[in-house]
């Protein structure tokens, strides 16, 4: 299957999802869960589904994910022709970036060539989800079809961010559409006889036919924002082009059918939210389906009385990383990532802590998404005045408060 297989992860743009997180990353590095980042979940699939021949195309402000991709994922061997490979544009016909998703699988269509796969997966780094792509590769052979795209049912009410797809009775696909825009939260299940359809950035393609395709391509010549609207869309009236529903019984992964794109900052607040109900949409427990990630070799979280008032710190339904430590302050509903520290009195309600934030002494924080290594002073208070949230913070449409780099905490906030 691995040598059948070539990946190409597709990593190549801020995202237009979690905005004020994409200053210094691209989106398939933003953190997720308390431990992971975004692409880990489109690597694991291809981990657990035997598919050991990747190469991740990389250009915005890619020094984290590379790093990421170096500490985390260093884990193949090449002498079996196992690899995980970054690949920034490498300016082989001209001097250009790449200019959307096509053009990036254009650019590299002689790493395409030169390797022995006789099909290739493209996925979309900037999603959260497990699948088996072996059941799709399965499938994709039943079918004789060109190329398979993976859908998924929408729930109504939905807010499509990705292609709509009409499929006939023998699931070839008919016409892909722009998405239709409802609203819908990350992981909402369809219901009984919805048969609304969209595409989740996954892709496989019969390799002869992808590169004759790429040959057809001049760069520029046509909209490049959307791999299924601009280049797989043209192809469904002449070509068969076959769907495969996500979430099936057969495969290794169990069908929790959870899949999001981190659309937005709410999207993506609620994704990870959702990780803390008592059970949760997105099965991160499978024994046999784990999600591999770096990790640090930090000592394990506790929490502690604190130096001052000596009261015990405390956490309730939440994710503590390694290196957190709670010294008499208290946790409630929050996901901590790594060497988080609460100190005494301080309060943490349903937010979200990057590696290395400093919680100061009886600050309040409520609502909030707080970036990497941010030290927030001691009683300052963000997430419960919105006036003097939003002159110093990114504020989301529901309320979500971004405490990131860019912006400015002051001492002793009322």
């Given at each position: 299957m691995s040598a059948d297989t070539l990946i190409l992860v597709l990593a190549i743009d801020r995202g237009a999802g979690p905005d004020p997180l994409t200053i210094h990353r691209t989106k398939a590095a933003v953190p997720f869960g308390g431990k992971y980042r975004v692409i880990d979940f489109t690597l694991a699939n291809c981990l657990h589904s035997g598919l050991r021949q990747v190469l991740v195309l990389t250009q915005y402000k890619s020094h984290s994910l590379h790093k990421h991709l170096r500490d985390g994922w260093s884990i193949f061997n090449p002498e079996l022709r196992e690899f995980i490979t970054p690949v920034p544009p490498q300016m082989r016909e001209s001097q250009e970036w790449y200019a959307g998703p096509v053009d990036a699988i254009r650019q590299n269509r002689y790493l395409i060539e030169r390797n022995r796969a006789s099909q290739v997966l493209v996925l979309d780094g900037g999603a959260v989800y497990r699948m088996d792509y072996a059941e799709l590769a399965r499938a994709h052979r039943e079918s004789g079809a060109r190329i398979t795209v993976a859908v998924r049912a929408t729930a109504e009410p939905g807010s499509a961010t990705q292609a709509r797809v009409r499929v006939n009775d023998a699931e070839r696909i008919l016409g892909l559409t722009e998405p239709v825009m409802v609203d819908r939260r990350p992981g909402d299940r369809a219901t009984v006889g919805d048969e609304h359809l969209e595409t989740m950035g996954v892709y496989l393609f019969d390799k002869p036919f992808l590169l004759e395709r790429l040959g057809r391509i001049e760069r520029g010549a046509a909209s490049d924002k959307d791999l299924a609207l601009d280049l797989i869309a043209p192809l469904t009236q002449d070509h068969l082009v076959c769907a495969y529903r996500f979430g099936q019984t057969r495969g290794r992964v169990t069908p929790d059918r959870y899949w999001s794109d981190l659309a937005s900052i709410d999207d993506y607040y609620q994704a990870n939210m959702a990780l803390l109900l008592a059970q949760p949409p997105l099965d991160l427990y499978q024994s046999d389906w784990t999600i591999n990630t770096y990790q640090g070799q930090y000592p394990p979280a506790r929490t502690v009385p604190g130096s001052v008032t000596g009261n015990e710190?405390?956490?309730?339904?939440?994710?503590?990383?390694?290196?957190?430590?709670?010294?008499?302050?208290?946790?409630?509903?929050?996901?901590?990532?790594?060497?988080?520290?609460?100190?005494?009195?301080?309060?943490?309600?349903?937010?979200?802590?990057?590696?290395?934030?400093?919680?100061?002494?009886?600050?309040?924080?409520?609502?909030?998404?707080?970036?990497?290594?941010?030290?927030?002073?001691?009683?300052?208070?963000?997430?419960?005045?919105?006036?003097?949230?939003?002159?110093?913070?990114?504020?989301?449409?529901?309320g979500v408060v971004i405490v990131s780099k860019v912006a400015t905490v002051s001492e002793g906030g009322s």
């Amino acid at each position: 299957m691995s040598a059948d297989t070539l990946i190409l992860v597709l990593a190549i743009d801020r995202g237009a999802g979690p905005d004020p997180l994409t200053i210094h990353r691209t989106k398939a590095a933003v953190p997720f869960g308390g431990k992971y980042r975004v692409i880990d979940f489109t690597l694991a699939n291809c981990l657990h589904s035997g598919l050991r021949q990747v190469l991740v195309l990389t250009q915005y402000k890619s020094h984290s994910l590379h790093k990421h991709l170096r500490d985390g994922w260093s884990i193949f061997n090449p002498e079996l022709r196992e690899f995980i490979t970054p690949v920034p544009p490498q300016m082989r016909e001209s001097q250009e970036w790449y200019a959307g998703p096509v053009d990036a699988i254009r650019q590299n269509r002689y790493l395409i060539e030169r390797n022995r796969a006789s099909q290739v997966l493209v996925l979309d780094g900037g999603a959260v989800y497990r699948m088996d792509y072996a059941e799709l590769a399965r499938a994709h052979r039943e079918s004789g079809a060109r190329i398979t795209v993976a859908v998924r049912a929408t729930a109504e009410p939905g807010s499509a961010t990705q292609a709509r797809v009409r499929v006939n009775d023998a699931e070839r696909i008919l016409g892909l559409t722009e998405p239709v825009m409802v609203d819908r939260r990350p992981g909402d299940r369809a219901t009984v006889g919805d048969e609304h359809l969209e595409t989740m950035g996954v892709y496989l393609f019969d390799k002869p036919f992808l590169l004759e395709r790429l040959g057809r391509i001049e760069r520029g010549a046509a909209s490049d924002k959307d791999l299924a609207l601009d280049l797989i869309a043209p192809l469904t009236q002449d070509h068969l082009v076959c769907a495969y529903r996500f979430g099936q019984t057969r495969g290794r992964v169990t069908p929790d059918r959870y899949w999001s794109d981190l659309a937005s900052i709410d999207d993506y607040y609620q994704a990870n939210m959702a990780l803390l109900l008592a059970q949760p949409p997105l099965d991160l427990y499978q024994s046999d389906w784990t999600i591999n990630t770096y990790q640090g070799q930090y000592p394990p979280a506790r929490t502690v009385p604190g130096s001052v008032t000596g009261n015990e710190g405390v956490f309730v339904n939440s994710m503590l990383a390694a290196g957190t430590v709670i010294s008499g302050g208290g946790v409630n509903h929050s996901i901590l990532f790594p060497r988080v520290r609460v100190n005494d009195g301080a309060i943490v309600e349903a937010s979200i802590l990057f590696d290395g934030v400093v919680v100061g002494e009886g600050a309040h924080l409520r609502h909030c998404i707080v970036e990497k290594d941010i030290e927030i002073p001691p009683r300052e208070r963000i997430g419960f005045d919105a006036q003097r949230d939003r002159e110093r913070f990114a504020v989301s449409r529901e309320g979500v408060v971004i405490v990131s780099k860019v912006a400015t905490v002051s001492e002793g906030g009322s």
